[in-house]
């Protein structure tokens, strides 16, 4: 089967002037980081089709944007992600290697309830050493940032334990609150970017994620996902921005926007919205960068 990825990539050329933008965001401050998970390595081609419009529409909008991978997906779309490694625009980060759990969700939706056990310590540092010796022998260098599967309130805040281990394999930036007091959504804007240094890891700072996810919300009210949605997630970040800080994370799935946004413009239009009212956009790794910049001296 040929990969329309493939073939598209090859013919983008990309000029200096085009990749300028690259990194320009690293000494501003972000007001919107955008990441895609990219986990659906069951269907390699699905990857593959979503790897080739997020690299055109990013490179049309010149903005950054972070991708939190399995290493399944990684090991699936290996070819992919080489071609991926020759453009700065993207931060390639964890979602683990197999899509874990790293701690519980009890999810209570209405009067509904939904429970997610974790896997054990010993499972996620093996995941974790799994994922990074792929990583490093793909893209010969260190992974910084770890997006943690469906995430969780109040982030790893009660869990230093996992901080701990995180820290063992060197990540910076974790992405891990991402969910409301009830597991579910939608996360607060008011949850700002903290470092964990209450629990003895202040090199760790957590960068949430906010408003609704499109996974959860298309398993849950799917006729609306085209509409509604997405003036949720704008009434969202506006109000985000009446705060101090500023900030709001996006996440989509690839799943998602190969079911949903693939053929129309909506992803397009949340972000022309964003730039027309003069905000920051980029990678999650460019808030990281920011996040140390603004608070040095
Ligand atoms: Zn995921």
Redesign the pocket.
């Known amino acids: 089967m040929m990969f329309g990825w493939i073939s598209n990539v090859q013919s983008i050329t990309i000029t200096l002037d085009e990749l300028s933008f690259c990194g320009k965001f690293s000494i501003m401050n972000i007001n919107l980081a955008i990441a895609y998970?990219i986990?659906k390595s069951y269907e390699p081609y699905v990857i593959s089709k979503v790897l080739d419009y997020i690299v055109e529409l990013h490179l049309e909008l010149k903005i950054n944007c972070s991708l939190f991978v399995t290493g399944r997906a990684l090991t699936t779309n290996r070819n992919d992600f080489l071609r991926l490694n020759k453009m700065p625009f993207l931060d390639i980060a964890s979602?683990t290697f197999d899509?874990i759990g790293i701690k519980a969700n009890l999810e209570q939706r209405k009067n509904e309830f939904n429970y997610i056990a974790p896997v054990s310590i010993k499972e996620i540092a093996d995941d974790c050493r799994r994922f990074n010796s792929l990583y490093q022998e793909i893209f010969e260098c260190q992974c910084l940032g770890f997006c943690a599967?469906?995430g969780f309130y109040r982030g790893l805040a009660d869990r230093p334990d996992l901080l701990e281990l995180l820290s063992s394999f060197y990540y910076k930036y974790i992405v891990s609150w991402t969910r409301n007091n009830l597991d579910w959504f939608p996360c607060d804007q008011s949850v700002a970017p903290f470092s964990y240094h209450y629990q003895g890891f202040s090199h760790l700072l957590e960068i949430p994620t906010h408003g609704w996810q499109d996974a959860a919300w298309i398993k849950t009210r799917p006729q609306t996902i085209t509409t509604e949605y997405w003036s949720s997630q704008k009434n969202e970040l506006l109000n985000s921005l009446k705060l101090p800080r500023k900030f709001f994370g996006l996440v989509l799935?690839d799943w998602v926007i190969f079911e949903e946004f693939i053929d129309n413009n909506l992803i397009k239009d949340f972000y022309l919205f964003c730039l027309e009212n003069e905000l920051s956009v980029g990678s999650f790794k460019d808030y990281y960068d920011s996040f140390y910049l603004n608070n040095q001296g």
Do not use: G, L, N, S
């Open positions: 998970c986990e979602h899509h599967p469906r799935h």
